[in-house]
Each structure stands twice: as structure tokens, then as C-alpha cells.
């Protein structure tokens, strides 16, 4: 007997990968989560908040144990000008019954991981999947840098690049205009301080996204999340700006912190820490094959993000957590093909997974070919009205309004806006 053999080899220990570790774990199965990082989460980055729903459906009341930086209770857009900004912030009524969570990787991989070893998974950490071994043409197990391992199902979590996933064709090789780039600090400030800022309590939360400024005209968006005693913040850009305006993410994120909206949140706040990470841009199109004869794909390697909304490693978990149960089915039956592990994709289909991609596939497309409209022209008159609603001055306010709604008229805002709320709606009406 081959000792070196399991039920199912779970590539990657992000969220996906943990996820389909736990399902599989669970059921008593056999299965192996490897992972290139000395510790779990090391290298992994992001925002970035986590989501109740479906982390919860993997580890239920997560909350009351897991390493939970804050509660997010606030959500702010800043849309910026060269110089001003308005701020639209909606704060959640209702304590008790919590969104999301703000979380650094390093800690909640680790958290998650220990979880699935907890519910009898194997864990190799500090172990590189160099390559699949195929027999047949079908994938029975990986190569690492010690050892071959095998198995009779293999799931590739192994996140936005996954040349395993390429390597046997399910994975087209990705352009610039799939991926965005992504430059992250944190920055360190007193807990009572950087509470007093952002007006919240012991355990509350803000996120925000920043559009405009020094991100006008180009398709990228700023990021910022309260931890306990430190703030996320960041900038994601689509790799094919950032080849077209000659510019790199760190110059942008630069200038973000120093617009004079942002500049006085993170003001004497020291730096402790610098990442930078890709992302799939998210839409159907563009996702993987997820399944073949014993192998399937799960969260980022598949494509599974929906950057419209930020949410990317609750589509991983889910992912992961409806690619276990496809394991498990298919090994309860003894059969691996591609036939028996379709199921994988239907599961899909029916979550909100499949249903979201499809709603969003040519949006990013559609705003980028808006894009001086939404992050140049709406902060801009955003910002006008708030002036011309209070500028208490000698004009009379007949004349200001006439001013204001020949500027609107004038900046071709409603002509730009009627095809963005149609393309909205049709996106949303279609069935
Ligand atoms: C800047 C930024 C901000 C984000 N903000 C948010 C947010 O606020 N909320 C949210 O829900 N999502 C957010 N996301 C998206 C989210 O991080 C991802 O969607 C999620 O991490 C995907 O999980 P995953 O398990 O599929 O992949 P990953 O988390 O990328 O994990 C893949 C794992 O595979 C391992 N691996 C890769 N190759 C190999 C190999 N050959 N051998 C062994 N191991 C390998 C890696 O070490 C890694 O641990 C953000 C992403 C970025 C970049």
C-alpha cells in the first residue's frame, strides 16, 4: 500500500483550501491540506474584512474564539477631489448581530487551520506543489520539493495565479486586464486615539473605499479598515492602467495618504508592515473550468471574487466548503470522473457564487469605459453641492442653484448616467 496515499489532496491553506479541508475532514475522510508558507497565512493579504454568513457556516459562533481584530459597524465611501471630498457612511443600528469583521491573515489562517487539523485533516506546511502527477492523463496526486504524494480527488485552492490549474488546461493564462494589483499598509496608532478618529467604540469597526483624487480616471479604488490598534490601508489598481499611466501602486497609495481627507485619519501613525497582492478582477467569463476527472478548482484559482462588492474569501469558503461536499459524494460512490464531480459546478450554479459572476460579467468593463464619469465627475459635483447647499455667502441661492444645475446639464452627467442605471438595470431584471 502506498503510505503516501489519502482520500483528497487540498492544495493551498487560504480560505478555499481550509474550507474543503474541514467538509472533508468532517466526514471522516482522509485528507491532506498542504501549503508552500512556514505558518499558515504568512504571505497571504488582504483588506480586509471577513463576512459572518458564510464563515459561520464553516465555524459556527467563529466570533466568541477566533483572533477578531473589530466588529465592522461602519461603512464610508470617501469620494475625492483634487483637494475636498464628501463622505456617504451608513452605520448599522442593530449591535449583536454582526457583518462583518476586520481580521489580519497571519493570525485567522493560522486560527483556521488549527480548526481543520482539530477536525482530522493533515496539515504540511513549508510543502511547495512543484507539479501534478498525471497517469492516464488524469491527476493522481502532486510532486513536492521531499516527496509525491497521491490521491483520489485533488483540489487545486492554491489562489489567483494557480499554474497548477493552468498546468492542466482548466485555467486560461491571465491578461492584465483580469488581475488588479494591490499595495497594502499598516499603520500602528494608539487604540484610544484611533478610536477617538474614527468615532467607535471598544470592539467597532469602519471600512471604507476610497474613489477619486489621486485615483481619478483610472480604475482603482483605496481601502481602509480599523483593527484593534491599527489601520489597514491600501490601493487596488487594474494591472492595465497601471501599464497605461506609466504608474506604480505604492506612488498612488502614497498620494492617497496625503489628500487632505485621509492624511489627518492616519496623521502620526507608524508603519509597520507593507504588502502587495494580486486579485482576479471577477466575472464569469473569465472563471476556470472548476472540475475534470479527479481534480477541482476552488475560490481565487477558480475566479471566484466579486470585486463590485469586495467580498472574495466568502466565495472562497463557500467554494471550498461545496467542492468537499462533491469530494465526499464521490468517494462514498468510488467514482472520480469528471461526471460524478460535476455536481461541484451545479452546486455552484445554485449559490450565490455562479448567480453573482453572472450579474457582474462585463461590469468592470462597463465602468472602466466610464470611468472618468464615476471617479472624476460624481466626487467632483458631490462636492459642488455640498458647497453650493452651504456657502453662506452674498449670492443669491436662485443663482447658485441655476449655476449648479447648468454645471450638471453641462458636464453631460445625466447623458453619462442614463446608460450606467439601464446597463444596472437590465443586469439586475434578467432573468
Ligand atoms: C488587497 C486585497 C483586499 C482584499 N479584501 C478583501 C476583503 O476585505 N474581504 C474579502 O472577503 N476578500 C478580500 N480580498 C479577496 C480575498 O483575499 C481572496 O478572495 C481570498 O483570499 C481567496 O482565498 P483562496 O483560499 O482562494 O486563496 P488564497 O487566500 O490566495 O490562498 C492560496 C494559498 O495557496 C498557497 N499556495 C499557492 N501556490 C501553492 C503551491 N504551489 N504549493 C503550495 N501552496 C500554494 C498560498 O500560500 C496560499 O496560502 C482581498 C484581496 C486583496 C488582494
Redesign the pocket.
Known sequence: MNTNKVDVIV?????????AAITIAKSGKKVLI????DA????????????AKQTAEIFPEFWNSAPIERAITEQRIYMLTDADSTLLSYRYASKGSYK?F?VF?SKW?KWCIEQAVKAGAYYAPK????ELILENGHVTG?K?DLEDFHADIIIL????????ASSIGLKKELKDSDV?V???EVLQLPKERLQDRFNIDDEDGV?AKIMGGPLKNMFAMG?L?TNKDTISI?V?VSLDELKKNCIKPYELLEEMKEHPSIAPLIKDAKIIEY??????EGSFDNIAKVYDNRVMV?????G??DNMH????????L??KLAGETAVFAIDRGDFSASTLSMYYKKLEKSIIIKDLKTHNNTIATLKNNIETITSLYPELACEFFETLTAADEIPKKDKYKKFLLKVIKSGCIRKTIPLGVFAMEKCLKR
Open positions: 492544495v493551498g491553506a487560504g480560505p478555499s483550501g481550509v474550507s498542504v501549503d508552500r508558507s499558515a497565512g504568512e504571505k497571504n493579504m488582504f483588506g480586509g474584512a471577513i463576512y462583518a476586520s491573515r489562517d510543502t511547495i506543489v512543484r502532486i513536492t485552492a492554491d489562489g489567483v495565479n494557480s499554474l497548477l488588479t494591490n499595495v497594502k471600512a481601502f479598515y491600501g487596488g504588502s502587495s497582492h494580486m486579485l482576479p476552488a475560490g481565487d484559482a477558480a471566484f471574487v469586495f467580498e472574495g474569501t466568502n466565495l472562497a469558503m467554494s471550498g
